[in-house]
């Protein structure tokens, strides 16, 4: 995994699962990495990643389970939550950031018409 | 838990450490940044006990760096070890030294690193060199583990061999590293806390998350920012 190293990784690390989980990459009761493996796995101090389990622990999004590891914790409700959580950041940065050019709702929303279009018609030709 | 203070430190007309007041907590991986000459080797060599402060105090686990060297692993800037001596030879100098000499570590990094005993160290690459300075510092399990530049004239991979065979170390043993190093961009997500020296002078400190957080900098962006006011000085 390559950080931006000019955010906080363990952030990184947090949004790194958030959408390994939204993707279904890892899913309900999938046992993760230890924090020893991860950080070896990544390169990142080990106290970083740490702080990232712990505050996954907080979120009600992992459970460490002595001597048997960390695990997402097995509600489906939370996979679809994190989904949409995520769905709503990137729709809120992309709208806000059409707004400051200077675009109206509605311009927004024939603009992302037309764009799907277009994508659909390259994937066709591929 | 080490304290710098108000150590200053002069070689000549040289001013290598300029009334510098630090803390570095137990259990913490330390990078200690900075350009040539900012000082780096002098305040490692100081908490190694092989130089002393002109002035102030350093105080390593509440004793002086003479009297705690059985605690702290030094990994000089020079090659220290005799060039005659095969890696072997080095090892078992050590190991009658210093009673927390680990020789299964010793053995499994050996393997790791893909190093032979017989290699006589005058003869081998630069590259080798480095890896064997690293290997026989690792191997002692001392408390404080200082490094000088310990990636200099390593290749890329090896490297990061080498820093997964530090944070595996880490992880085991809950050491206090020092790293110092002008190469930031290959260690600054190995580190806690941050240390930028200039001139001898502490010109920024503080825990490396924190200073993302607040600069929405990578460690290498926020060196190029502090030393570029520091030299507009």
Known sequence: MDFNKARPIYQQIIDAYKKALARGDIGPGDRILSQREYAQKIKVNPNTV????????????????????????PDPEMQQKIKKEMAEQVLTYFIEEMHALGFKDEEICSLLEEKQKSSKEVVADD | MIEFQNVSKRFGTVQALDHIDLTIDEGKIVGLFGPNGA??????????????????????????PRQAKEFVSYLPEIDHFYPWWTLKEAADFLRAFYGDWDQEKYGHLLEFLKLQEDMKLGKISKGQRAKCKILLAVSRNAHYLLMDE???????????????????????????????????????????????????????????????NEWGLSMV?????????????
């Open chain 1, 50 to 73: 740490q702080r990232a389990y712990r505050e996954m622990e907080m979120m009600g999004m992992v459970a460490t389970i002595r001597g048997q590891g960390t695990f997402i914790v």
């Open chain 2, 39 to 64: 000082g780096k080797s002098t305040m490692m060599k100081i908490m190694a006990g092989v130089n002393r402060a002109d002035t102030g105090t350093v105080s390593i686990g509440g004793q002086t």
């Open chain 2, 150 to 212: 310990p990636f200099s004239g390593i290749d890329i991979l090896t490297r990061e061999e080498i820093a997964r065979t530090l944070i595996q170390d880490f992880a085991d043993h809950q050491q206090t590293m020092i790293i110092s190093t002008h190469e930031i961009g290959e260690i600054e997500a190995m580190v806690d806390q941050v240390i930028f020296l200039d001139q001898g002078q502490i010109c920024l400190e503080g825990e490396a998350e924190e200073l993302r």
């Open chain 2, 221 to 233: 962006g926020i060196m190029k920012e502090v030393f570029r006011h520091a030299n507009s000085r």
